[in-house]
């Protein structure tokens, strides 16, 4: 299908710079959970065990207590046992709530010390082991963990836990405790580099001029640091020629009017240390110059030729990237002629591609006799594009490519017409 001389051919604009807002750019937030347990040990020595004894059923000698995760705590030792359906028959031990507290949840350990040296210590940890419901809670101050059967008394009693009428008992206790990490990143406003409007300042009231540009008998006051810092052209002309101590510059084939706009593209740019901003004049001052007959004519078309003279790539490329917005079937041979003359390759490159695959309509179109005319070896450059295409469509599966149908004398949409090369 040929596409309508509406329909253009895109190439990519160089970027700007990064989107952002005044306030720079935004860092995400992020958040972390952590649920870990806070852990502490208290030591009870209960000496005068025998004497213990006999006390009652549900009485019991009390620790010290002791601070974990916030919490007081406290070990209770049952001398005559906490139920009293077992007769006295075991002692009891239990870590009790000690302080105000609802829902605490916690780990126990409760150790009974071996005091033969042997080590061989009585332990119910909860620790290093997976609890199916998880850690236990207390609900409330006075809330126990423990154990009524912890040890039958007449076991304990010719045991080795027992020396000198007194019993060792450690206690570990960990509440579980939640933190959230939370990082909230701060700001701090900073405006938007305004280094290019104190340069554009400077151009306006003509502070410091040191060197005059004559074009076409109009006179432009600049700046050679300015011109120098963005064309090596320049630099070399006014730092390194032996006429680099003048002050008035002519400027040849060049309008005044594309020459002001040039400059002024010049102190824009944002690039090397926010100095320059970089960006063409308003598209509004490029399309009024678009109307004439013919695009070398164009506001355009003069800054691509500026350009290739002063060795301004980036000018280059962004004056490539409007003109290939209006390639159509009748400009795409102008804009490549155009293109080669001023070495602008990117858009070049489009100009060929895009031919070779509407060639049927270029060959037909007013622009394609300019280029027969003025450009010979462009045609090369294209049937070697188009045999490019051929490839491709073969290797697509394509039934029949551009360049067979201009052997058949065809369009691509069905009407015959007569080659023309």
């Known amino acids: 299908m040929i596409p309508s001389d509406d329909e253009q051919a895109v190439i990519a604009s160089p970027p700007r710079g990064r989107s952002r807002d005044r306030h720079g750019p935004s860092s995400p937030t992020r958040s972390r959970s952590v649920t870990e347990t806070v852990n502490g040990s208290h030591k009870f020595v209960i000496e005068g065990y025998s004497l213990a004894k006999g006390m009652g059923v549900g009485k019991h000698i009390a ?4 601070t974990v995760g916030g919490y007081q705590w406290a070990i209770y030792f049952y001398p ?10 075991y002692v009891s031990v239990f870590i009790a709530l000690a302080s105000e507290g609802t829902d605490v949840r916690a780990l126990f350990e409760l150790t009974l010390v071996d005091q033969s040296g042997k080590g061989k210590h009585k332990v119910h940890s909860h620790f290093d082991r997976s609890l199916e419901s998880g850690p236990y809670t207390l609900k409330y101050r006075g809330s126990m963990w423990g154990y009524k059967r912890f040890f039958r008394r007449t076991v304990l009693e010719v045991s080795d836990f027992l020396k000198d009428d007194c019993l060792k008992i450690n206690c570990t206790v960990g509440v579980v405790v939640n933190t959230m990490d939370t990082y909230r990143p701060h700001s701090i406003q900073v405006p938007e580099p305004d280094i290019g409007s104190h340069f554009g300042t400077l151009l306006d009231n003509q502070d410091g001029a040191d060197v005059v540009f004559n074009v076409g008998g109009e006179r432009f006051h600049a ?11 320049f630099r070399n002309k006014f730092f390194e020629e032996a006429s680099g101590s003048e ?6 084939e060049m309008d005044p009017k594309v020459f002001k706009d040039f400059y002024y593209a010049w102190l824009s740019q944002a690039m090397l240390h926010f100095i320059y901003k970089d960006e063409l004049v308003d598209e509004d001052v490029l399309a009024a110059s678009s ?13 691509l030729a500026a350009s290739d003279k002063y060795r301004l790539d980036r000018l280059r490329l962004l004056c490539e990237a409007y003109l290939c917005k209006g390639i159509n079937i009748n400009s795409v041979s102008t804009t490549l ?3 080669d003359q001023y ?3 990117e858009l070049k490159a489009v100009c060929l591609r895009f031919a070779a695959e509407n060639l049927s309509a270029v060959i037909r179109s007013d622009g394609f006799e300019y280029l027969k005319e003025h450009c010979p070896s462009l045609q090369s450059e294209l049937l070697k594009t188009v045999a490019g295409c051929e490839e491709e469509c073969s290797s697509g599966g394509k039934s029949q490519s551009v360049w067979a149908q201009m052997s058949d004398g065809g369009d691509t949409s069905g009407r015959r017409v007569r080659p023309r090369i």
């Open 63 to 66: 620790s010290d207590s002791f």
């Open 343 to 345: 070495n602008a390759m």
């Open 291 to 303: 109307s004439e007959s013919s695009i070398f004519d164009t506001l355009a078309a003069k800054l």
């Open 247 to 252: 002050e008035e510059i002519v400027i040849d």
């Open 80 to 89: 005559d046992g906490k139920n009293p359906e077992d007769n006295s028959a």
């Open 223 to 233: 700046h050679k640091l300015v011109m120098a810092a963005r064309s090596i052209v």
């Open 337 to 339: 002629a155009l293109a």
